[in-house]
């Protein structure tokens, strides 16, 4: 199986921060990652997908890049309700993994 | 807009079958072009991919749970199914269902239910 290393498993950051969120691969998946927010009680919700791309809906703020195995979202000025769980989840291998998510808290 | 819905019993005993079934409105399984996967979050944990269809029935497991598995799909009612055998308590968590695009695809699980919490207790 694929392993996804997200880091760090949490942070607190203030509105208007800018926020970076990493994850890793143990081996190359090309641009074949997908990240999502989840909020408590709530399904996951897709962000980003091929890695840098803007699910239709999701604000311009959150962007994303990387390829190979080394992926970042990023948050450019951080809103009240992006304080939430991000995960990212690579689409290169038919059997799907999930990194362990990062929760972004308020500071 | 497509919507996914579960349903199924909250408990379940344990070294019994957990059963689900996920309902799809507004598109069809059979027209092909999506996997309709089943995916697990233990409470206060990370997400767990458990396995998906394709229409025609090709079905992909984790393999950390493949042997206790079988999701099945039912065209003609627009749903497929999960069904995870000899639980334990370590089954309990919230079981959401999702479409997916599949893999090596330039796209994620787009559209989830919004989840059922299955415990596992005598």
């Known amino acids: 199986d694929i392993q996804m290393t997200q880091s760090p498993s949490s942070l607190s950051a203030s509105v208007g921060d800018r926020v970076t969120i990493t994850c890793r691969a143990s081996q190359s998946i090309s641009s074949y990652l997908n990240w999502y927010q989840q909020k408590p009680g709530k399904a996951p919700k897709l962000l980003i997908y091929a890695a840098s791309s803007l699910q239709s809906g999701v604000p311009s703020r959150f962007s994303g890049s990387g390829s190979g195995t080394d992926f970042t979202l990023t948050i450019s000025s951080l809103q009240p309700e992006d304080f939430a769980t991000y995960y990212c989840?690579?689409?290169?291998?038919?059997?799907?993994?999930f990194g362990g998510g990062t929760k972004v808290e308020i500071k | 807009q497509v919507q996914l819905q579960e349903s199924g019993p909250g408990l379940v005993k344990p070294s019994q079958t957990l059963s689900l079934t996920c309902t799809v409105s507004g598109g069809s399984i059979s027209s092909g072009g999506y996997y309709w996967s089943w995916i697990r979050q233990h409470p206060g944990k990370g997400l767990e991919w458990i396995g998906y269809?394709?229409?025609?029935?090709?079905?992909y497991y984790n393999p950390s749970l493949k042997s206790r598995v079988t999701i099945s799909v039912d065209t003609s009612k627009n749903q497929f199914s999960l069904k995870l055998s000899s639980v334990t308590a370590a089954d309990t968590a919230v079981y959401y269902c999702?479409?997916?695009?599949?893999?090596?695809?330039?796209?994620?699980?787009?559209?989830w239910g919004q989840g059922t919490l299955v415990t596992v207790s005598s």
């Open positions: 269809i394709y229409y025609s029935g090709s079905t």
């Open positions: 989840q690579q689409s290169y291998s038919a059997t799907v993994t």
């Open positions: 999702a479409r997916y695009l599949g893999p090596i695809a330039v796209a994620g699980f787009d559209y």
